[in-house]
């Protein structure tokens, strides 16, 4: 069971990364999906959520218009476009799985509510 995210390396300001997080050893397409990033000297924090199927969508409020959180279930996928970098976007992103099959029960931004992470992959926006 786990979560390997891919995608991250060194943009300059304005410019755009795709990360991807590959799921496997569970049933992918039944659970809430997170991307978080922790930048350096601070706490990890929430970025974009999605719901098990990929109709609900939310983000914190720095990343909203420029960020978009999808998922393919057929591949077992999640996706984070980031679009309009800029140097506070710099950090390692981690994509996380809910704890629990049941939606009612995950809360995209608090970690506790998550039972899987990733390693992280490192962005660094800098010119």
């Known amino acids: 069971v786990q979560l390997v995210e891919s995608g991250g390396g060194l943009v300059q300001p304005g410019g755009s990364l795709r990360l991807s997080c590959v799921g496997s050893g569970f049933s992918f397409p039944s659970y809430g999906m997170s991307w978080y990033r922790q930048s350096p000297g601070l706490d990890r924090e929430p970025v974009a959520g999605i719901s098990s199927g990929g109709r609900t969508t939310t983000y914190v409020d720095s990343v909203q218009g420029r960020f978009t959180i999808s998922r393919d279930n057929t591949k077992k996928t999640l996706y984070l476009q980031m679009n309009s970098l800029n140097p506070e976007d710099s950090g390692i992103y981690y994509c996380?799985?809910?704890?629990?099959?049941?939606?009612?029960?995950?809360?995209?931004?608090?970690?506790?509510?998550?039972?899987?992470w990733g390693q992280g992959t490192q962005v660094t926006v800098s010119s």
């Open positions: 996380a799985r809910a704890a629990s099959l049941f939606e009612s029960r995950w809360t995209w931004d608090s970690q506790s509510s998550h039972g899987l």
